[in-house]
């Protein structure tokens, strides 16, 4: 006995050293990406506001920014679901689009629904010189609230031009809610959005400074 013993022992100590490999490369493994579960509805709503050329890769970006695709997080802030409403946010979008009935931002449907319309409503009220730009100041919108962007558009030199420009313009935030919002267009476009390129067209793809 006292010799099958030693002979089995190295073979435990192999096979504990080969889960606990296994483990650490699990704890390091990249998260799941949710988010694919939404594409087909995601590309539907879409297409339905913007056409056969919807931004759905920077919807799905933006998707990814706001909550990691979990339909059920609720933020420190309150914001809520997918695409992170605020209550307020959540019944101005339900009032501007009765179609998608009351605010239900913790239903993966609903919040998509009013994403993709959310976007669109911000995208008629900013400019740009071009779509990226546009987008940009629109996704400021999104993460700041359109009154920023509005007023910053209003004392640029230049408020077509956002990168580089009307972005380095605080129009009344806290310089820390400014730093972030500012960085909130560069994440979505060309951190996010190119990982669902294959979804549909995107908006732009180069870096900006």
Not at 182 to 202: E, K, S
Request: proline share 8%; aromatic share 12%.
């Amino acid at each position: 006995m006292k010799g099958a013993l030693h002979w089995l022992l190295p073979k435990f100590i192999a096979l504990g050293v080969v889960l606990a490999i296994a483990s650490i490369g699990n704890a390091f493994a990249a998260p799941v990406d949710l988010c694919g579960q939404y594409r087909a509805i995601l590309t539907r709503e879409a297409q339905a506001v913007f056409g056969l050329v919807a931004p759905v890769p920077m919807l799905a970006g933006q998707m990814r920014q706001e909550s990691s695709c979990r339909a059920s997080v609720t933020a420190w802030d309150n914001g809520r679901g997918l695409a992170q409403f605020m209550d307020p946010t959540a019944e101005q979008v339900s009032r501007s689009y009765p179609e998608i009935g009351p605010p239900d931002p913790y239903n993966p449907v609903w919040a998509i629904r009013a994403l993709v319309r959310y976007d669109s409503w911000l995208y008629e009220r900013v400019r740009g010189d071009n779509g990226c730009e546009r987008w940009a100041a629109a996704l400021k919108g999104y993460n700041a609230g359109l009154g920023y962007v509005q007023r910053a558009q209003r004392l640029s030199p230049a408020p077509g031009a956002w990168f580089g420009a009307t972005e380095n313009i605080n129009a009344g935030q806290a310089v820390k809610n400014f730093d972030y919002s500012r960085r909130y267009p560069h994440v979505v476009l060309f951190t996010h959005q190119p990982l669902y390129i294959a979804w549909g067209t995107p908006t732009c793809m180069e870096r900006k400074p």
